[in-house]
């Protein structure tokens, strides 16, 4: 695992972003797996200044997502959906018939439309980079404590905790109970992950996944089975490794770590 310490959020974001950037680059046709939630926002931000500038091109660009919550329209202002465009995807080039998000109100059979994304992903040769976040109880995803590490596209149950921290985005609406997501087989199947984690409340869940056992009671744990997982973080998510020392090294010494195609 390549760990990426950084001083803040805003250069965390920076260097997430300049990995994605190049990873387009060297590739205009990356089949790129989003994440939502507050850690990825920046990256988004810097994507989208990246290609204001024309810097960038998404025209060619594959977009697929990591999970949606259930029952919400696609519009729902609450939406993943919504959250993709509305910090990315209404800003760029994305060429609509290159855009696969999951679709947490689909008329199909759940099983059937999980079956059928899995499907889309192989039949496009695989997401290359999959950005993801992490809960603080260790989820990845909507991958639960509990979730299989095999596991794969499927709907979940989301936990109590996850479910508390809606609370504040969903107001006097329900909460949501379930949700669609990547399984961590899935997930584990793209070329290349880029979590990313910051702030002090992380810590714990990324200490945990990074050095702790490979435990499904741990879903973020089994990025540690993956040959090119790569962590952004800044100081307070990294402040419970241990190996800071290692981690502490410049990013640009570490950056020859890196595969030649996100380098
Ligand atoms: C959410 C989502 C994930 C996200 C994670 C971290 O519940 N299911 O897709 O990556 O939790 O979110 P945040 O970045 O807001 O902390």
Known sequence: ??????????????????????????????????????????????????????????????????????????????????????????????????????????????????????????????IDLQILGIGRNGHLGFNEPGSSLNSRTRVSLLSVQTKENFAQVFDQMPLPERAVTLGLGTIR?????????????KAEAVANALEGPLSASNPASSIQLHPTAILVLDRDAASFLTNQEYYRQEASQLRVLLPEWLR
């Open 189 to 201: 199947e793209a070329r290349a992950l880029l979590l990313l984690a910051f702030g002090k409340h």
């Open 1 to 126: 695992m390549l760990v990426l310490l950084t001083e803040t959020v805003e250069e965390g974001s920076q260097t997430a972003a300049r990995l994605v950037g190049q990873a387009i680059t060297k590739n205009p046709a990356l089949r790129l797996g989003l994440a939502a939630g507050q850690s990825p926002i920046g990256l988004y931000r810097t994507l989208v200044n990246l290609y204001q500038s024309a810097q960038l091109d998404f025209s060619r660009v594959q977009i697929f997502g990591l999970d949606e919550l259930l029952g919400l329209p696609r519009n729902s202002p609450r939406s993943y959906h919504t959250f993709f465009h509305h910090h990315l995807l209404r800003h760029v080039n994305v060429d609509p018939a290159h855009l696969h998000l999951l679709n947490g109100q689909t008329d199909e059979d759940m099983a059937s439309y999980c079956a059928s994304y899995e499907r889309l992903i192989r039949d496009h040769g695989g």
